[in-house]
């Protein structure tokens, strides 16, 4: 059974820093390419981040680019979003997403996310 | 910029009936088109991929269907645990960016 399981959400104020991590399992990890996705309260899916295979390729949504550093650990498993100068538009539940293949394809799995609070 | 729309944005029908929700995209994304669904307090569930092609354990009710820019998710006789949040995104060419639409709330007429 594939499970991706989000941690490291908090409430942190405007201009903070947070790094979130996604720890997979259920599947052969290095294989997939992973993204994260947020959802703003009662808003909709805005994707943010894709991270290929090796983690060679790297491309960001505008929304983010500058601020937000994806990665992963193959070895661990582990997915990772590090996230700076945060705003309060950042405010949302960030879930991790794994491809149905190595390259850009649709969004197959999900975690259940982690909440980020921006406030001060 | 790409842009995906969805209509409408709430659409109201009784269980047991069939419900036809839209998606246009703003330029040809060929057929990478998924569509999710979304109930409160959950993640979403990859109901088509590719347009057209269910997802594992989805049920065939659920129909996807367009190629360029034109898409349509079919969920026939509607059951009580299909009311939820259905959006579509593309995922078309290189960069990797993902879009998705705005969403249709399908609700209990």
């Known amino acids: 059974e594939v499970q991706l399981v989000e941690s490291g959400g908090d409430l942190v104020q405007p201009g903070g820093s947070l790094r979130l991590s996604c720890e997979a399992a259920g599947f052969s990890f290095n294989v997939y390419s992973m993204n994260w996705v947020r959802q703003a309260p009662g808003k909709g899916l805005e994707w943010i981040a894709y991270i290929s295979t090796s983690g060679t390729a790297i491309f960001y949504a505008d929304s983010v680019k500058g601020r937000f550093t994806i990665s992963r650990d193959n070895a661990k498993t582990s997915l990772y979003l590090q996230m700076t100068s945060l705003r309060d538009e950042d405010t949302a539940m960030y879930y991790c997403a794994r491809a149905r293949g190595s390259g850009h394809y649709a969004l197959q799995d999900w975690g259940q996310g982690t909440p980020v609070t921006i406030s001060s | 910029e790409m842009v995906m729309t969805q209509s409408p944005a709430t659409l109201s029908v009784s269980p047991g009936e069939r419900a036809t929700l839209s998606c246009r995209a703003s330029q040809s994304v060929s057929s990478h088109v998924a569509w999710y669904q979304q109930k409160p307090g959950q993640a979403p569930r990859l109901l088509i991929f590719d347009a057209s092609t269910r997802a594992t354990g989805i049920s065939p009710r659920f129909s996807g269907s367009g190629s360029g820019t034109e898409f349509t998710l079919t969920i026939s006789s509607l059951q009580s645990e299909d009311f939820a949040v259905y959006y579509c995104?593309?995922?078309?060419?290189?960069?990797?960016?993902?879009?998705f639409g705005q969403g249709t709330k399908l609700e209990i007429k």
């Open positions: 995104q593309q995922y078309h060419g290189w960069p990797p960016v993902y879009t």
